[in-house]
């Protein structure tokens, strides 16, 4: 396993690790300013798949965080890529906002509702009885079942919302088929991702604020995980699991790396 400072690559999460609530966490910009003033190759990701990366960037300057678009690989993204490998050209019944149906389409796929290849279900704010019904009734009649991501609840100003795992556990319920999840915690999410900037694991870190997603997955993509405690985990949380990071730190501004100060001794 790579020491930090063998680390040619990285991974991070957003939510939780560079942002919480729209606001920068402390050291975030410093760090991606670093990795870009030397030429890091890194990719900021996350399970949402509301969202296209231009949204995204977008979100994070206003959070005062600069994130290209093409430096942010989310669930949609996953997703896509995946479904491109396995059907040239597919077809697809889509429940689901933006970020799903326009990577669908950069990767060549048709939506439909008729006889599709696959049923997918990503996050939305606005899940259609219709829309679930008739993708049981697709997955009943042969189509695969794809999810984006497992989360089953997502945040909101008032509260916990269901999100793309609760509604894939009721067409489940329904169907007797379970979905294959592409995103945190599956390391397929994080294979593809080191794919797109050409990074190999064995010299790639990953940063995350989830013992669940973050830290497994990137334990079984053979990654050098780094968990910070400004997300939802704390000491208790931590020690709930059979695993442990390789590193665990207050947040992404221990990862800066200062420069030696050169005296001017005579």
């Not at 190759?41 to 678009?69: H, K, M, Q, W, Y």
Request: hydrophobic share 40%; charged share 20%; aromatic share 6%.
């Amino acid at each position: 396993m790579a020491r930090r400072d063998e680390i040619e690559c990285w991974l991070t999460d957003m939510d939780g690790v560079l942002v919480h609530e729209n606001q920068a966490l402390p050291g975030a910009a410093e760090l991606l300013q670093q990795w870009t003033d030397a030429g890091t190759p890194f990719l900021v990701l996350t399970n949402n798949s509301i969202f296209t990366p231009r949204d995204l960037s977008a979100r994070l300057r206003s959070s005062g965080l600069n994130v290209p678009e093409d430096r942010i690989w989310t669930s949609a993204l996953a997703t896509a890529d995946f479904l491109k490998s396995q059907v040239s050209g597919g077809t697809a019944f889509v429940i689901g906002e933006v970020g799903i149906t326009t990577a669908l389409h950069e990767a060549g796929f048709i939506m439909t509702e008729t006889d599709p290849d696959y049923v997918v279900v990503g996050e939305t704010r606005n899940y259609s009885f219709e829309a679930i019904t008739k993708a049981i009734r697709l997955i009943l009649a042969g189509a695969r079942f794809i999810a984006t991501n497992p989360d089953a609840t997502g945040p909101s100003k008032d509260g916990p919302m269901p999100a793309t795992g609760a509604i894939s556990a009721l067409i489940s319920k329904a169907t007797g088929m379970d979905p294959y999840v592409v995103g945190k915690p599956n390391p397929m999410m994080f294979r593809s991702a080191m794919n797109k900037i050409g990074a190999h694991s064995e010299n790639t870190g990953m940063i995350g604020d989830r013992m669940d997603t973050d830290i497994v997955a990137g334990i079984e993509a053979g990654l050098h995980t780094i968990l910070v405690m400004t997300g939802i985990s704390d000491e208790a949380e931590i020690n709930r699991y059979p695993f442990r990071p390789d590193e665990i730190v207050a947040g992404v501004h221990e990862l800066l790396v200062t420069e030696p100060i050169e005296s001017d001794e005579i």
